[in-house]
């Protein structure tokens, strides 16, 4: 017997009080997610599943353990909470951790993060859409090696002994594409989109960037010599970029290890008065948003950084007791990318959904106000050191800008700078703001950052 997420959420709590759990929380998932992946041109594979699963915390005698499972009935449940039990016997007792939080209402109202579309499809809907942009791509010349499309409707379910229960639903639509062009040497592409469905996405954009950035690391040269330059960020970079960095330094649990550069520098000037960071849970662009996070604590909207100054830490329940302030809903499970298995993650203290407030301007608006800068189209990885922000990120296509304009594309270089400092330096944010995993972010320039080439 298949049983539904309330009833097995609501099992494993009965059963880790009958078993002498002081306290307990369940975590429970069900998915139902679609695949077609594309190898070489061609649809290799499509994919049709089902998942429902269950992490289950227990605390005793200050213990914690934690086990998860999936299940089709109670008896999988039961067998989890005894896992869990059987691991915090094992585990040290930590005399910060009081217990889970305590029953708490919405903050706010549910944004619309669920599309009705999503799961009337098939995997015949996601090939038809995988095939169209190959097409366009393979008219231009430029090859699509491998490419996924992924959609996915989830409901999660998370509550506990101490009487809080809240419930999320969500769709997601994913799309990784790559591409490549062989005139006159090897050129990549890459392009991913997020959506709660597949309303609004253009096969024939999707297939046009794909070329274009092909093309246009194909016909990159070697850079040469070093500078200091103005570093521009489309979304894509710009959010990873940040995230790995600021987004790191503002986890209550970075600050609580003091690894955090900003651990003492609430209400202080970090960063450009032109940058506000917004955590906005309410705002249904998001793929994760929602009135509560993944622990069952309440959300809402609110500033991380406002015009520059540090106004508040994202804390999960652990690190806001350790703290001595109250968690601030910040606790996801859940993932953009891929609705199976979510029950099997732990607890990661991230936004909800990060928003940088756009400005005014249109990305050729912030490239012509640069004097000497590169547009980075793609980097090997585009990631920040999360406890320095340093970086030095290899550059595989760069347009390079002179007096506004762009002069010239360059690959094999390195781009070094430190995002912490980049941010203090903030020359241009543009208006073009973009759904990448759990942020919404635009174009960024940002000032005093070295490219470095061969002799």
Known sequence: MVINISSAYMHGLERARRIGAEQAEAFVSESRSICAYVDGDRISVTEERVDRGIGVRILKDNRLGRATANFNGFKEIDTCVHRAMEAGAMSMPDPVFKGFIGPQGPLMFEPDVVSENIDGLFPAHLVEVAMQVVALVNRHGVKVPRAMIR???VDTVVGNTNGQEAHHAYSMVYMHFTSMSDEPRPGEGIEQWFSHSLEGFDPEIMGMRLV????????????????TLTMILPPHNASEMLTTSIGVAMSGEEVNLSRSPWADRLGEQVASRSLTLLEDPTDPRGILSGCFDDEGCSASKRPLVQSGVLKEFMYDNYNATKAGVKPTGNVIKRSTTDPRAIYRGGNKIAPLNLVVIPGGKSVEDVMSSVDRGIYVEQFAWPQADPLTGRFGLEVRCGHMIEGGEVVGTIRNALLSGNMF????DIRGIADDSTVHHNTIVPTMAFGGVDLIGGD
């Open 212 to 227: 274009q950035k092909a093309k246009a690391a194909a016909n990159a040269v070697p850079y040469q010599g070093r500078e």
């Open 421 to 424: 400092d980049a941010v203090k």
């Open 151 to 153: 959609s996915g409707s």
